[in-house]
């Protein structure tokens, strides 16, 4: 995620730059497409243009549950992670507990099946996963 998020800075100051010396970009074309440095994704893109910059910070690394029974660790934040939905509001820091029951959702491939975890669940879990928590959390905490 370091490597990433330098990656991405750095593409932010390339395209102030760009603009500075009066050059008309399209974002699109313009921005590293190397899939071993960086991962794009439709939210991120615009805020290169914004200008926004982006912290690595180790906090953000936690345990999440990639596919059944087996859990890694994973970057939560909300600037580098896509559609993340209400996660916020479930898991919304590594302090705060709360258990989900996931199960089998819309367009599910897979068998009816439920599962409950206590760390943040991947969509794919469960086939296209719909999660219930035991707790809502607000922003103010």
């Not at 897979?110 to 996963?129: C, N, Q, R, V, W």
Request: charged share 25%; hydrophobic share 40%; proline share 5%.
């Amino acid at each position: 995620m370091e490597a990433m998020i330098g990656c991405y800075n750095s593409e932010v100051q390339r395209f102030k730059e760009a603009l500075d010396r009066g050059l008309s970009l399209n974002i699109n074309d313009f921005i590293e497409k190397d899939e071993t440095k960086i991962s794009w994704s439709s939210s991120l893109v615009p805020k290169v243009e914004k200008g926004i910059l982006a912290k690595f910070n180790p906090d953000k690394i936690v345990i999440g549950v990639y596919r059944p029974f087996s859990k890694q660790f994973i970057y939560y934040d909300k600037m580098m992670n896509h559609r993340i939905g209400q996660m916020p509001q479930i898991f919304p820091n590594i302090t705060a507990f709360n258990q989900v029951i996931s199960i089998t959702g819309r367009g599910a491939t897979k068998e009816f099946s439920a599962l409950i975890t206590d760390e943040i669940p991947d969509l794919e879990m469960i086939s296209k996963g719909q999660c219930f928590p035991m707790n809502l959390y607000e922003e103010n905490g």
